[in-house]
């Protein structure tokens, strides 16, 4: 079973940085796709940054040329986040795609990000 715990969230203010770190542990037999969703009060979750395959990554517009996702050889996966703006408030969650296990899509817990002066 896959088990992700994310770290970082906290209080910033506008134009602002945070740094997200997410581990993956736990028996995994192939990692697909891992990165970082988010979800707003009221609204739906939606993608920020994944890392698909080997390197290919996706951002989600509202965050391109601000956020970076990176990866370590490992089982880690990190959001930087610069500029950051009260619109980026949310709950960030910690996601993992793997082929080979019968569930295939994991999530971890959360960790609240909120932007305010």
């Known amino acids: 079973q896959v088990q992700l715990k994310e770290s970082g969230g906290g209080l910033v203010q506008p134009g602002g940085s945070l740094i997200l770190s997410c581990v993956a542990s736990?028996?995994?037999?192939?990692?697909?796709?891992m990165g970082w969703y988010r979800q707003a009060p009221g609204k739906e979750r939606e993608v920020v940054a994944l890392?698909?395959?080997?390197?290919?990554t996706n951002y989600a517009d509202s965050v391109r040329g601000r956020f970076t996702i990176s990866r370590d050889n490992a089982n880690t996966v990190y959001l930087h986040m610069n500029s950051l703006k009260p619109e980026d408030t949310a709950v960030y969650y910690c996601?993992?795609?793997?082929?080979?296990?019968?569930?295939?899509?994991?999530w971890g817990q959360g960790t609240q990000v909120t932007v305010s002066r």
């Open positions: 996601y993992l795609n793997s082929e080979l296990e019968p569930t295939k899509d994991f």
């Open positions: 736990g028996t995994i037999r192939s990692i697909d796709a």
């Open positions: 890392i698909i395959g080997p390197g290919f």
